[in-house]
C-alpha cells in the first residue's frame, strides 16, 4: 500500500525569503509528531491536536459529568480500556475515563461493582458523595471487526475451495486489543455461501468478521473462478511469424493471453497440434495472480485431455495482426489477426477503431488515415485507455450494518488517480489514505470505510495572553473566549502592536480552559512609499503606514498603474530606511498580471515578438515577473515580461498576491502549480495553514500552502 505523507501542523510558513518567516518560532519542538513537507522548503511542523482527538483523550477534553447531574441506574458510555493486567490499574484508568467531578472538580471516588467475568472489564460502577451513592452501567464503544483486502479474490478452478478457506483467514482486522484480564484477541472470519464451484466463473460472497468482543460488518466480496480454456474451440491459421504473436481467448468475460509453445519446431507447409499456456489477464493486461499462493493464474493445453485444433503454416498469404496495448500498464491486451491475400495490406484507421474488443477501451490518440502491413511489418501496436468507472461504497464501521451510508462514483480510465469527493456528511475516513484513489479497471466497485465525526465539544474556554518579543513582558488586555474543539482562533495584536510571526496569528482550540501565549512587536516603525512612473520619472502616488521593523506588507499600486518589479509587491519595513521608492507602469486596459514560473521545471526560455528563440538568455525556475501583455503567435499563447522578451503561457501560471490562513474541515487533497493531483500527499483535518497567493489551476480557484502545493478553495475556509 501506498504511504501518504500527511502534513499536520498550527501554522506553517513558506520560505523566509518570499514571506520573513521566523523559523525560529516555527521550528520550536513538539510534544508530538513531527512532518516534513515534501516541498522545496523543508517544513517543520507542530500539533497537538491529533492525538488529543483519540477516543480516550476526548473524554478528558469533554466537560467534566458533576455528581449532582450523574443518574443513578444509568447507563454510560466509555473508550475500550485494552492491555490492564490489574484491576486497580484499570479501575484508574476508567475512573479518570468517566471523568464523575464534585462541585470543586475533584474526581469522586468510584467503586467497580461488577466486572465481566471473561473479559475483566467492569459492567456497573458506583460514586459515593456526602452519604449518597450512584450506580451506573458502563458500555463499551469496542471497535468493530472489519474485513480487509481487495475487494476481489482470484483463484483458479483447480484449487478453488482450498484458496479460499486459506485466504479467509487472512481477510480479519480489528482494533480491539488485549481485554483486562490480559486475553489476546483474536479475528476470525466466516463465508456465505462457504462452498464455491469451481464452475462458476464470478461469486459474489458475504465474509464476516468477528473477534472476542463482538461480530463487525458483513461485507461482500467478489471470488473470481478462472477456468481453463476450451481448448479445442481455438482455431488458427496463420503464417510462421504470426505464431509467435499470442492471441486471446475470452469467455465468461474473463480474458487469457494464449501463447504456443511449441511453434519454434515446424516451418511453413507443416500442421501440428499446438501447445498452449493460458495465463490469466485482467482488463488491462497484467497477469492475474492468485490471492494465496500469488503466482499467476495460468493452463496448459498439454496437461488437458481436451486437445486443441491443429494449426496448418500458410506461406502464401499474408498474414497480419493489429495488438492493442494498455497505454497505463504498457501491457497488451487485445490482437486481432486477419490475413490478406498479395504480399501487402492497407488498413484504414476507422478499422483499427472497429477492431476494439468492446465498449471498455478507447483509442489513446486518433489513428492514422490508413496503415500499411507487409512480411517485415505484419505486426501493429495501438495504445489504448481502459475505462474504470468505480463505485466507492462508504461503510460505517461503527455500526452492524452491511449496506453502505452512501455511494459515489469516480470516472477515469485505469491508473487515475482521483480525490474523493463526496465523503459522507458526519464521517471520516478510517484511513487518510483512501483519500487518494487509484482507479482499477478490474474493481468496479470498492469499499471505503468511515467512522462518525467525534462529537463537536462546544463553549470550551480559552484565554490569550500577549507579550512584548524583545522584552518578554505582557503588553495589551488579555482577551477571553469561548469555541468549538478544533476550532482555529484567530488573534488580533493589541493596539500599537503587531503579531510577530505567522505562527502568533491564531492557536487551534483543544481543551477547556486553554492557557495561549502570542508573542507581539511594538508597530513603532514608520514607512513611506513612493510610486513613480517607471516612463516619467514622475510620482503618481504614495502609501503610508506604521509597523515593526523587519515585518513585510502587501503593497497596493496606484489605480491605474502596475507594479514594474513583481519582487516590490512584498516591502520589508527598515527602520533605517523608512522611505523608499517603487517603480510602477500604467496599465490603462487593466492588463497587467503577476506571474510565476512553475517551480518543477528548469530554466524558462526567452522568445523575441515574433516568436523567435533568444539563445542568450533565459529566467530561472519558480521566480516571479509582472506581465503587460498576452500575445499569440502561432497559436502559441505568450506572456511579455520584458521589452521584446516573452515566455510561454505554459511555463507560468498567473497569480493574486495575498496574506491570509486557510483551514481544513477534514483530510484535504494537495495539487501542485500545474493543477495536478499531489499523490501521496495529504493535508489532515482541522489545521491551519498560511497562504500567500490565490491562482485559478485548471479553471479551479486555489490557495498556495506551500511552494509547489496547493488546496481547492472549496476544500478549505478562508480566515
Known amino acids: 500500500m501506498k ?7 498550527t501554522g506553517i510558513l513558506l520560505s523566509s525569503t518570499i514571506l520573513g518567516a521566523n523559523t525560529s518560532i516555527i521550528q520550536a519542538a513538539s510534544t508530538t509528531s513531527k512532518t516534513e513537507s515534501s516541498s522545496a522548503n523543508p517544513i517543520q511542523v507542530i500539533n497537538a491536536l491529533d492525538d488529543l482527538l483519540t477516543s480516550t483523550t476526548t473524554n478528558k477534553v469533554n466537560a467534566q459529568t458533576q455528581f449532582s447531574d450523574l ?25 479518570s475515563e468517566l471523568n464523575v467531578v464534585n462541585s470543586s472538580k475533584q474526581l469522586v471516588p468510584m467503586t467497580v461493582v461488577k466486572s465481566n467475568t471473561t473479559t475483566g472489564f467492569a459492567e456497573k460502577v458506583s460514586y459515593t458523595l456526602d452519604g449518597t451513592t450512584k450506580t451506573v452501567s458502563v458500555d463499551y464503544n469496542f471497535a468493530l471487526p472489519r474485513v480487509t483486502g481487495s475487494q476481489y479474490m482470484n483463484f483458479s478452478s483447480k484449487d478453488t475451495q482450498t484458496n479460499l478457506n486459506t485466504a479467509l483467514s487472512a481477510t480479519g482486522s480489528t482494533d480491539n486489543s488485549t481485554d483486562a484480564n490480559g486475553n489476546t484477541n483474536s479475528v476470525s472470519v466466516s463465508a456465505s455461501p462457504n462452498a464455491i464451484k469451481s464452475t462458476d466463473a464470478s461469486t459474489d460472497v458475504k465474509l464476516t468478521p468477528s473477534d472476542n468482543y463482538a461480530p463487525g460488518n458483513s461485507i461482500t466480496r467478489t471470488v473470481n473462478v478462472y ?12 503464417d510462421a511469424a504470426g505464431l509467435k504473436v499470442p492471441t486471446y481467448y475470452t469467455k465468461d468475460g474473463q480474458t487469457s493471453r494464449l501463447d504456443i509453445t ?8 507443416e500442421t501440428f497440434t499446438p501447445e498452449y499456456k493460458a495465463t490469466a489477464i485482467s482488463s488491462n493486461g497484467r497477469d492475474v495472480t492468485d490471492s494465496v499462493t500469488k503466482n499467476a493464474i495460468t493452463f496448459t493445453s498439454k496437461d488437458s485431455k481436451n486437445a486443441p485444433a491443429p494449426i496448418t503454416i500458410d506461406s502464401t498469404n499474408l498474414y497480419y495482426t493489429i495488438v492493442f496495448r494498455d497505454a497505463n500498464s504498457g501491457r497488451d491486451v487485445y490482437s486481432v489477426e486477419k490475413s490478406a491475400t498479395g504480399t501487402t495490406a492497407t488498413v484504414s484507421g476507422s478499422e483499427i477503431t472497429k477492431d476494439l474488443p468492446d465498449g471498455k477501451y478507447t483509442l489513446a490518440k486518433t489513428p492514422d488515415d490508413s496503415y500499411t502491413f507487409d512480411a517485415d511489418d505484419a505486426t501493429k501496436t495501438f ?5 474504470a468507472d468505480t463505485t466507492i461504497n462508504y461503510i460505517d464501521t461503527a455500526i452492524k450494518s452491511d449496506k453502505p451510508v452512501s455511494t459515489e462514483t469516480l470516472s477515469g480510465n485505469d491508473g487515475s488517480t482521483l480525490p474523493l469527493a463526496s465523503i459522507p456528511e458526519g464521517y471520516q475516513l478510517n484511513s487518510y489514505s483512501d483519500l487518494i484513489q487509484t482507479l482499477n479497471a478490474d474493481q468496479p466497485t470498492k469499499d471505503v470505510y468511515v467512522t462518525p465525526l467525534k462529537s463537536i465539544v462546544k463553549d470550551l474556554g480559552y484565554t490569550v495572553t500577549f507579550k512584548d518579543k524583545d522584552t518578554g513582558k505582557t503588553v495589551g488586555t488579555a482577551v477571553n473566549g469561548t469555541g468549538n474543539l478544533g476550532d482555529y482562533i484567530g488573534v488580533t495584536a493589541p493596539d500599537g502592536y503587531v503579531l510577530s510571526t505567522l505562527a502568533d496569528n491564531g492557536f487551534l482550540l483543544f481543551k477547556n480552559g486553554q492557557n495561549v501565549t502570542k508573542y507581539v512587536t511594538a508597530a513603532n516603525t514608520p514607512y513611506n512609499i513612493s510610486y513613480v512612473d517607471n516612463d516619467s520619472n514622475e510620482e503618481v502616488g504614495t502609501q503610508a503606514g506604521k509597523g515593526a521593523d523587519g515585518a513585510k506588507v502587501t503593497l497596493t499600486s496606484p489605480k491605474g498603474y502596475t507594479f514594474t518589479n513583481a519582487n516590490d509587491i512584498y516591502y520589508t519595513i527598515d527602520k533605517d530606511t523608512p522611505n523608499a521608492k517603487v517603480y510602477v507602469t500604467k496599465d490603462n486596459d487593466n492588463s497587467a498580471k503577476v506571474v510565476s514560473t512553475y517551480p518543477d521545471g528548469g530554466y524558462v526560455k526567452i522568445y523575441d515578438e515574433n516568436g523567435k528563440l533568444n539563445d542568450d538568455v533565459v529566467i530561472s525556475k519558480g521566480t516571479d515577473w509582472v506581465t503587460d501583455q498576452t500575445k499569440t503567435i502561432d497559436g502559441v499563447q505568450y506572456y511579455r515580461v520584458a521589452t521584446n522578451q516573452y515566455i510561454k503561457a505554459s511555463s507560468a501560471y498567473t497569480y493574486e ?12 487533497p494537495v495539487y501542485n502549480s500545474k493543477g495536478q493531483l499531489v499523490v501521496d500527499l495529504v493535508l489532515d483535518k482541522d489545521t491551519p495553514w498560511y497562504t500567500d497567493r490565490s491562482a485559478r489551476l485548471r479553471g479551479v480557484k486555489m490557495y498556495r500552502v506551500a511552494t509547489d502545493e496547493w488546496v481547492k478553495s472549496g476544500d478549505v475556509n478562508l480566515y
Open 657 to 668: 498576491p495575498m496574506s491570509n490562513v486557510v483551514t481544513t474541515p477534514r483530510v484535504t
Open 71 to 95: 443518574v443513578d441506574g444509568s447507563t454510560v458510555k466509555a473508550a475500550p480500556i485494552f492491555g490492564k493486567q490489574t484491576s486497580a490499574e484499570f479501575a484508574n484508568t476508567l475512573q
Open 227 to 238: 477456468q481453463e480454456p476450451d481448448w479445442s474451440s481455438i482455431k488458427r491459421t496463420t
Open 262 to 269: 511449441n511453434a519454434s519446431d515446424y516451418k511453413p507447409g
Open 383 to 387: 495504445d489504448v485507455n481502459t475505462k
Open 3 to 9: 504511504k501518504y505523507k500527511m502534513m499536520a501542523l
